[in-house]
């Protein structure tokens, strides 16, 4: 039975980290001199939708006094450009401070990456980061969030953060659900810890904050997922990625039949994307009929960037979507209407430029 701890969080971060490592079982795990990867979520999106740098260190230093030969951080950010990436990484403070307790970090884009070929659910090449192949302890440390595509992005989709930019995009293309799972099987993780210090609700990048002060940690990265979705409102079976894991072997995702230990898994209910959607948007029309999540996805940011300035009402993605005469078309999908339509071409379409012509400015 996979065991899983939700350890409340004090003043003491790293007294409290050690504790859920006690009560999740993963004391012993790592042996004297090996090698220790942390994969935070630091997706250089938003500081407020990262791990915290004080849980990273956290786990760096525990990692340390097990006594880790070496300790590294690594995190393959959305490919946002490098001058974003740097000045991400100094709003979050984290290289001074890893660096002083003599942890290096390593930018997955610029490091080596084995590649994989036709491995099935996987684009046809695929290349992981060679540390979170070969590291010998993988400490997966994404935030509590919810997600447009997969309602919570948790340690299971945290790993996608490993692969090569040019990949990233081809997982949402070619199916973003399968091809993260096919992704894990490659993987190990071996210790699986969420911060949930702060939950992110609404959207994962510029979501409401709410305050649960908790780690949620497990061996079973599928079962810490399971406790961190019911923890916000999504019971076992509610989440589509984890029963596609489950269903393929990395670990249980049925809350009822995992043994929880430290606090009470007391469920709030957090707002999921789709429903800030309609709350912000009662009116809007989507026909979306055949979309990949990489169009929803721009969509959604178009959307929230565009805010209070949207003037359009009718939107059509995907290639089988029907397509009103007055409707904003997204996507190359739909290409036969760029000439009679307003349009965003792309595969997909950048978000900044969704929210342009959302606002009616292109
Ligand atoms: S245009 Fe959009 S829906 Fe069509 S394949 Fe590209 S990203 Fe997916």
Not at 15 to 42: D, S
Not at 110 to 126: K, S, Y
Not at 288 to 310: I, P
Not at 348 to 353: D, E, H, L, N, S
Request: charged content about 20%; hydrophobic content about 50%; glycine content about 10%.
């Amino acid at each position: 039975m996979s065991r899983v701890a939700i350890t409340r969080v004090g003043t003491d971060v790293v007294a409290a980290f050690a504790t859920a490592m006690e009560q999740a079982g993963c004391v012993g795990l790592i042996q004297p001199g090996q090698r220790v990867l942390v994969k935070p979520n630091w997706n250089a999106c938003a500081v407020a939708g990262s791990t915290k740098l004080a849980v990273v260190l956290a786990a760096c230093r525990w990692a340390q006094a097990q006594g880790a030969g070496e300790v590294l951080v690594g995190e393959g950010p959305v490919p946002v450009g490098r001058e974003r990436i740097d000045s991400y990484l100094a709003e979050l403070g984290a290289l001074a401070a890893l660096a002083e307790i003599g942890v290096g970090f390593v930018l997955f884009d610029e490091a080596e990456h084995v590649l994989f070929r036709d491995t099935p659910d996987l684009p046809p090449e695929i290349g992981i980061a060679r540390l979170a192949l070969e590291c010998d302890v993988l400490i997966n440390l994404p935030m509590l969030k919810v997600h447009s595509c997969c309602l919570t992005t948790l340690c299971v989709k945290n790993l996608k953060g490993c692969l090569r930019p040019v990949d990233k995009m081809a997982f949402h293309r070619l199916g973003l659900l399968p091809a993260v799972v096919a992704l894990n099987r490659l993987i190990p993780s071996q210790i699986n810890v969420i911060d949930a210090l702060e939950a992110m609700a609404g959207d994962h990048n510029s979501g409401r904050l709410v305050p649960l002060g908790l780690l949620i940690a497990s061996r079973d990265r599928v079962a810490a997922d399971a406790v961190g979705s019911a923890l916000i409102g999504l019971p076992s079976g509610k989440v589509p990625l984890l029963k596609l894991a489950a269903a393929a072997g990395l670990g249980e995702h049925c809350v009822e039949a995992l043994e929880i230990v430290g606090e009470a898994l007391v469920p709030q209910r957090l707002e999921l994307p789709q429903d800030a959607l309609k709350r912000h948007y009662p009116n809007l029309d989507i026909q979306d009929e055949g979309a990949c999540s990489a169009c929803r996805a721009a969509l959604m940011d178009g959307l929230f960037t565009a805010g209070a300035e949207r003037q359009v009402t009718q939107i059509a993605l995907g290639a089988h979507s029907t397509v009103a005469a007055g409707a904003l078309v997204l996507g190359n999908c739909l290409s036969s209407y760029f000439p009679h339509r307003a349009h965003v071409p792309g595969c997909p379409p950048v978000g900044k430029a969704v929210a342009r012509a959302l606002a009616g400015k292109e």
